[in-house]
């Protein structure tokens, strides 16, 4: 598996400029983020073996999602529960969290504060940008990779932060303090999951649970249409 990653660190006034970055992510932050944003974006570009490859059913119901509430159909419970269950290690769990995490920590670019992950699956990114006194927040669709994150945490606490898992749908997500509550998120491989109908609703909603100075974070796999 080879990696090759690229990082850009943007300070920049509202409305965000397309001219500054070179992918259609732009486009949608463009449209919906309307405050002063930091905005830090690692595009990950991954060569996965063909025995790392999602499932074809998997595929199938990824690219015949149109809507959001489709997108709750999208087969990662599925993924998540069949056969005993997903393990760690296996087809797209990582076994711990991205390298880019600490170089975050190192470059200080992780506020301070509340964050959230969503499609975190088995929660190593939340447990790992808790650090420090933070809370964040690990959401997925899956109720079976709650479970696995929930689990994973009682095995293996943090002892500085506070790590906290939820079932649901990012784009419906409602926080208990409200629209505007997170000081950061870190969105790992969520946006190119997603059919491109929901780019906007993606971005809309950052823009919807982020502060005014909030911090996005992305390791997304290149997105050319």
Known sequence: ??????????????????????????????????????????????????????????????????????????????????NGGLKKGQAFDASKPLPFISKLFEMNLVPKGTGIVPGCGRGYAPRALAKGGRYCIGLDIAPSAVQAATSYLRSNPISNGKVEFKQGSFFEYSDRDGDKSFDFAYDYTFLCALQPE????????????????????????PITG
């Not at 909030?214 to 390791?219: A, C, P």
């Open 1 to 82: 598996m080879i990696f090759f990653n690229i990082i850009f660190l943007l300070s920049v006034q509202s409305p965000i400029r397309t001219a500054t970055l070179t992918t259609p992510i732009s486009q949608y932050l463009h449209q919906h983020m309307r405050t002063k944003v930091a905005l830090c974006v690692a595009l990950f570009f991954v060569l996965i073996p063909r025995s790392l490859a999602l499932p074809a059913w998997l595929r199938r119901e990824l690219h015949k999602n149109k809507t959001i509430e489709e997108e709750k159909m999208a087969g990662w419970e599925r993924m998540w529960s069949s």
């Open 198 to 221: 929901m780019r906007e609703s993606w971005a809309s909603t950052y823009a919807r649970l982020l502060k005014d100075d909030g911090i996005l974070m992305t390791v997304v796999f």
